[in-house]
């Protein structure tokens, strides 16, 4: 069976940095597209950053480039989000999804989600 656990959501104020991390389990995820999506309170859930499966290419949505770095240890079966300069915008609970995608900024493609990890930017 497979699990993503996230971590490493809090509290930060804006301008801070956070480093969200995914651990992956119950199978090789070494071919597998790994990201994140978020969704604010009252907001649809909405791309943030992919990381192919072999590392080789990222995708950032447009809010967050420049600020946010993906990042994936096939070893660990772990990927991570390093964020850098965040806005209260970046308020949200933040989601790893994992998935053999075509269109990676599409949340349906993706068939393993965790459970969330809340990140608040206080301003």
């Known amino acids: 069976q497979v699990h993503l656990v996230e971590s490493g959501g809090g509290l930060v104020p804006a301008g801070g940095s956070l480093r969200l991390s995914c651990a992956a389990s119950?199978?090789?995820?070494?071919?597998?597209?790994m990201g994140w999506f978020r969704q604010a309170p009252g907001k649809e859930r909405e791309f943030v950053a992919t990381n192919s499966w072999s590392g080789g290419s990222t995708y950032y949505s447009d809010s967050v480039k420049g600020r946010f770095t993906i990042s994936r240890d096939n070893a660990k079966n772990t990927v991570y989000l390093q964020m850098n300069n965040v806005k209260p915008e970046d308020t949200a609970v933040y989601y790893c999804?994992?998935?053999?995608?075509?269109?990676?900024?599409?949340?349906?493609?993706?068939?393993?989600w965790g459970q969330g990890t809340q990140v608040t930017v206080s301003s």
């Open positions: 119950g199978r090789t995820f070494s071919s597998y597209a």
């Open positions: 999804a994992v998935g053999i995608v075509a269109d990676v900024y599409h949340s349906d493609e993706y068939t393993y």
